[in-house]
């Protein structure tokens, strides 16, 4: 290691941390025994080394056979149905009507006849 000018009378070792933590491995107090039966891992081989093939867990059809793409459906074409824009209108106009079917020609009027106190009864009554 070459010294240099600066380095003179200062530490000339290379950096080690303050504090090193070495982690510990836990060990059990007891040796390891596994459960159950060897008997429970299954083999999938037979004596000669082929694979043994099981039940199928799920069955599906096959695709559907038939045109692919725009105006195809499952159930055939789809009829027309022209979509009325000025539906809000026609309600609105048969709501009015069914309105003034109902109201009477002549507002309603509060007062029956004028008094001089003006309510309806005279206070000694």
Do not use: C, W
């Not at 059990?28 to 159950?36: E, F, H, K, R, T």
């Not at 055939?76 to 809000?88: F, K, L, S, V």
């Not at 209108?89 to 009027?109: C, D, G, I, W």
């Amino acid at each position: 290691m070459v010294k240099d000018s600066y380095l003179i009378g200062k530490h000339e070792q290379d950096f080690k941390p303050a504090k090193v933590v070495h982690e510990k491995v836990p060990k059990a107090p007891y040796a390891y025994i596994p459960q159950g039966d060897d008997k429970a891992k299954k083999n999938y081989r037979d004596q000669e080394g082929a694979v043994i093939t099981a039940p199928r867990n799920f069955t599906t059809t096959r695709l559907k056979v038939g045109k692919v793409g725009r105006g195809t459906t499952f159930s055939g074409p789809i009829p027309y149905m022209a979509d009325d824009y000025n539906i809000a209108s026609k309600l609105a106009k048969e709501e009015t009507a069914y309105h003034r079917s109902k109201v009477q020609e002549k507002p309603f009027s509060s007062q029956a006849k004028r008094l001089p106190f003006g309510t309806f009864m005279n206070p000694r009554e």
